[in-house]
Each structure stands twice: as structure tokens, then as C-alpha cells.
């Protein structure tokens, strides 16, 4: 069974950075979009920033400037590097990446367990 290891979360002042990673535990035959996705308390999760495995990367008009998403494909990691951050941003952040464990699985999506992000302000 694959997991999604997160790491990176924290407490951080506004104005500070942080650097979230997302690492597949197991061996993976192929992964397509990869992406984080946020959660405030009393608010639905929301889209922060997608990476396919190729083409152009997407992010939420809140973070753009300021976030960027990137991947390492040789060890099916995605990263999240978050500067000028704000006490809006704060959130439990997940990452999620559409992936294929063996050649004859079927592609389906799969989560990370979440990583706190507090920024005070």
C-alpha cells in the first residue's frame, strides 16, 4: 500500500518561508499530476498548486508570486516552497498525487496524511 510522507510543516512569522516535501513510501510504476491542497479550520479544502509530469504547473490566485511547486521524478517527491507567507495561509496542507503502482493497476489518487502550517502574525 503506497503513502504519501509529508514533511516541512511548522510555526513560522508572517513574512517567513517555509519548505513542505512529499515522498511516495513504495516504488511507483508511474505518476501523473501532482499537487498540494490546504484546509483552514471551518473551510473547505482548496487547491494550492498542481505539477503534471509535463507542462505547466498551476496555482491558487492567493499563492501565486509568492509559492512554487516542483517535483523530483527520480524519487517521486513533489515539494511546495512557501515565502512571504501570511497568517491567511494558515492550514493543514495535503499533498495528493495521481498515481499507478504497477503496470497493470489502475491510476487513482492518492493522499498525504496532512502537515500543520501555522504563520503568526
Known amino acids: 500500500q503506497v503513502q504519501l510522507v509529508e514533511s516541512g510543516g511548522g510555526l513560522v512569522q508572517a513574512g517567513g518561508s517555509l519548505r513542505l516535501s512529499c515522498a511516495a513510501s513504495?516504488?511507483?510504476?508511474?505518476?501523473?499530476?501532482m499537487g498540494w491542497y490546504r484546509q483552514a479550520p471551518g473551510k473547505q479544502r482548496e487547491l494550492v498548486a498542481t505539477?503534471?509530469?509535463?507542462?505547466?504547473?498551476n496555482y491558487a490566485d492567493s499563492v501565486k508570486g509568492r509559492f512554487t511547486i516542483s517535483r523530483d521524478n527520480a524519487k517521486n517527491t513533489v515539494y511546495l516552497q512557501m515565502n512571504s507567507l501570511k497568517p491567511e495561509d494558515t492550514a493543514v496542507y495535503y499533498c495528493?498525487?495521481?498515481?499507478?503502482?504497477?503496470?497493470?493497476?489502475?491510476?487513482?489518487?492518492?493522499w498525504g496524511q496532512g502537515t500543520q502550517v501555522t504563520v503568526s502574525s
Open positions: 505539477i503534471p509530469s509535463g507542462g505547466s504547473t
Open positions: 513504495i516504488s511507483i510504476f508511474s505518476i501523473n499530476t
Open positions: 495528493a498525487a495521481d498515481l499507478q503502482t504497477t503496470a497493470w493497476g489502475n491510476m487513482r489518487r492518492y
